[in-house]
């Protein structure tokens, strides 16, 4: 028989995302369509992002030494495809580029041409 191979331990290819942590983004499908929020956490392997106040999942926890029991609201993962960056210098929604300059590679906005840092 053929022995079956773990998925956590092969190695995944991850792509370059085009999103960062801190990023402001748009959310462009979904319940939270036209919602605007703060990258918090990527997740390249699964190709998501966790973004401040979207997606709210409610999460039951039980208490500890350090918090009190309950319910609470939490946001959780959504995927990389649905969010579209929000040009720092502009503040429109725009596509994501990758050019070398100084022998780095940097992040631009397809709109203005502008790096994005």
């Not at 990389?80 to 590679?105: A, C, F, H, Q, Y």
């Amino acid at each position: 028989m053929a022995r079956k191979k773990n998925i956590q331990t092969q190695k995944r290819f991850t792509p370059k995302l085009h999103i960062k942590k801190g990023d402001k983004v748009l959310v462009l499908s979904g319940a939270d369509k036209g919602a605007e929020g703060e990258v918090l956490e990527v997740l390249p392997a699964k190709n998501r992002a966790i973004v401040d106040g979207v997606n709210m999942v409610k999460k039951h926890k039980k208490p500890t030494q350090d918090q009190e029991g309950g319910i609470f609201d939490e946001p959780a993962s959504i995927h990389i495809s649905n969010l579209m960056l929000i040009d720092p210098k502009s503040g429109e929604p725009t596509r994501v580029g990758r050019r070398e300059e100084g022998g780095k590679m940097v992040r631009y906005s397809k709109k203005s041409g502008q790096i994005i840092d």
